[in-house]
């Protein structure tokens, strides 16, 4: 299974910033959790967001809500990141994540897969 996400950059606080990921690989299943998570320099990762797979249940961490939407198709095996109103702590590598598990195993950090991450950088 690869990950591969796209759409990081540089954007002035305040503004938007989409950022997506898609799924391929012969083992892939439709039914896979996916979701974001984040480091920021010098921090730990961790969890942005995440969605079922069936695009029903979303979960985001508190520092993002109300500011980042997180959707999927599952026809194109596809997640993205919706980021508005960001903030210069909101620079970090994004990384894609996906789990076999249960919807709330990203949120717990037992991810199956992982992608290489994309750079997102916010400037004052």
């Known amino acids: 299974v690869q990950l591969q996400a796209s759409g990081g950059g540089l954007v002035q606080a305040g503004g938007s910033l989409e950022i997506s990921c898609a799924a391929s690989?012969?083992?892939?299943?439709?039914?896979?959790?996916m979701g974001w998570f984040r480091q920021a320099p010098g921090k730990e990762r961790e969890f942005v967001a995440s969605?079922?797979?069936?695009?029903?249940?979303?979960l985001l961490t508190d520092s993002v809500k109300g500011r980042f939407t997180i959707s999927r198709d599952i026809t194109k095996n596809t997640v993205n990141l919706k980021m508005g109103s960001l903030k210069p702590e909101d620079t970090a590598v994004y990384y894609c994540?996906?789990?076999?598990?249960?919807?709330?195993?990203?949120?717990?950090?037992?991810?199956?897969?992982w992608g290489k991450g994309t750079l997102v950088t916010v400037s004052s």
């Open positions: 994540a996906a789990t076999r598990g249960v919807f709330g195993s990203l949120h717990d950090n037992r991810v199956d897969y």
């Open positions: 690989g012969r083992t892939w299943s439709r039914s896979n959790n």
């Open positions: 969605m079922s797979w069936k695009a029903v249940r979303t």
